[in-house]
């Protein structure tokens, strides 16, 4: 069955560094595009980033600039490098499989928390 987790979450000061992971099973992970999206306290969701299977990202502006998506179709991996992250970073943070490549998600992650406070 498909399985998606996330792992890489924590606690980081304010201008720090965060990589995340999401390790993929049970589907053919280089077929679909894969996306980012986290969930802060008491918010909706929010689309960060997502990639494509040959390469194109889109990236919202919120976190352009400062988060970076990967994928590494070898190792069935997801990637989501996060510098100078800031308090409202702090979510709960999923990965997703684009079941379409149009944005419609059928499978997701536990989630990984990232907390940003000094």
């Known amino acids: 069955q498909v399985q998606l987790a996330e792992s890489g979450g924590g606690l980081v000061q304010p201008g720090g560094s965060l990589s995340l992971s999401c390790a993929a099973s049970?589907?053919?992970?280089?077929?679909?595009?894969m996306a980012w999206v986290r969930q802060a306290p008491g918010k909706g969701l929010e689309w960060l980033s997502d990639?494509?299977?040959?390469?194109?990202?889109n990236t919202a502006d919120s976190v352009k600039g400062r988060f970076t998506i990967s994928r590494d179709n070898a190792k069935n991996t997801l990637y989501l490098q996060m510098n100078s992250l800031k308090p409202e970073d702090t979510a709960l943070y999923y990965c997703?499989?684009?079941?379409?490549?149009?944005?419609?998600?059928?499978?997701w992650g536990q989630g990984t928390q990232v907390t940003v406070s000094s």
């Open positions: 049970g589907f053919t992970f280089n077929s679909h595009y």
């Open positions: 997703a499989r684009d079941m379409t490549g149009w944005g419609i998600y059928d499978y």
């Open positions: 990639m494509a299977n040959g390469g194109k990202t």
